[in-house]
């Protein structure tokens, strides 16, 4: 039973390495990916002028990146550039944008874009999810209330505007 027990340990080991090597290398083909796909995407937009989903879609890129400011501009110029898109479409753009003035507690520009996602596209629940928290941040409570009620008018089982919902209202029932 005692020569067992080494391997047993050593056997562990060798798959816990190999599972972790198998994770890093699934890592670094996601993460090259996505680097050609930004690269790629700023140097055609450097060029020529591109559509609104390359704006939109190396926008978020830099939003990932946490590189707001870069972000901000390109999803102007997606606003600027889109004339055909479609209102759910645009709703994503104007959403990214408030994420992006949300971030640098920019809270009203936040505020005015999740407002405009939610009127070109009413059900849209992770806007007015932002729009909730945006308006929490801003310490106006009832508007955080209604917009977390409405996220849960459209996704039910939202787990946040659930949590932060009932939160706030404590909060308001408390401070009457």
């Known amino acids: 039973m005692k020569e067992i027990l080494p391997v047993v340990y050593l056997s562990g080991i060798v798959v816990f390495l ?3 090597t198998i994770f890093i290398l699934f890592q670094i083909i996601r993460t ?5 796909r930004f690269s790629r995407l700023q140097e055609k937009l450097q060029k020529e002028k591109g559509t609104p989903q390359e704006y939109y879609e190396l926008g978020s890129l830099y939003l990932d990146k946490k590189l707001f400011v870069q972000s901000i501009k390109l999803l102007e110029k997606a606003l600027k550039v889109s004339k055909k898109v479609e209102p759910e479409n645009l709703a994503l753009i104007y959403n990214a944008l408030g994420y992006a003035y949300f971030s640098q507690e920019q809270l009203d520009l936040a505020i005015r874009n999740y407002k405009e996602a939610t009127k070109l596209y009413p059900e849209y629940a992770i806007a007015l999810n932002n729009l909730g928290n945006a308006y929490e941040k801003k310490q106006l409570i009832n508007q955080a209330v ?4 409405e ?7 939202n787990k946040i505007a659930k949590t932060r919902s009932e939160a706030l209202r404590k909060r308001l029932v408390e401070s009457k």
């Open 32 to 36: 090259r990916r996505v680097e050609t």
């Open 146 to 149: 209604e917009a977390y009620e």
């Open 18 to 20: 190999i599972g972790l």
């Open 151 to 157: 996220t849960l008018k459209y996704d039910p089982n």
